[in-house]
């Protein structure tokens, strides 16, 4: 099973999410399970022992790809809260605590949560 890793994009004054940039193709072949295989992705695209899209340390993975290097030669960031993964066409959000399919709301929905959509529980679902 492959992930495609989505860094999210924030405006540097306002914080808002102005979309997702895909940084890496993880290779989770020996995962059958969803949740194993995005929790492998996870782990090798953050910055815990080295680099993981430079190759440096124990953070370097062969069965990362890395998509986009910055302009300056530095290491990307490690994906955090707010990022998506998507496996097989369905993306889900880096949460607090493990991850969250995205559910895809309406439009009036989303002008009036203010751009932010929810689910029943109050998570921001999308954007």
């Not at 492959?2 to 540097?12: A, G």
């Not at 990022?83 to 995205?102: I, P």
Request: with cysteine; proline share 1%.
């Amino acid at each position: 099973m492959k992930i495609i890793v989505k860094h999210m994009e924030m405006n540097e004054i306002t914080g808002a999410v102005e979309g997702y940039t895909p940084v890496a193709v993880v290779d989770a072949y020996q995962f059958n399970d969803v949740n194993e295989a995005l929790e492998y992705a996870w782990r090798y695209t953050n910055n815990v022992m080295g680099s993981w899209s430079l190759k440096i340390g124990e953070d370097a993975n062969d069965d990362v790809e890395v998509l986009v290097k910055r302009e300056d030669g530095l290491g990307l960031r490690s994906s955090m809260m707010g990022d998506r993964f998507e496996v097989d066409g369905v993306e889900y959000r880096v949460a607090a605590f493990g991850f969250k399919k995205v559910k895809i709301g309406n439009l009036a929905q989303h002008i009036l949560n203010g751009g932010a959509i929810f689910d029943n529980s109050g998570d921001t679902v999308c954007c």
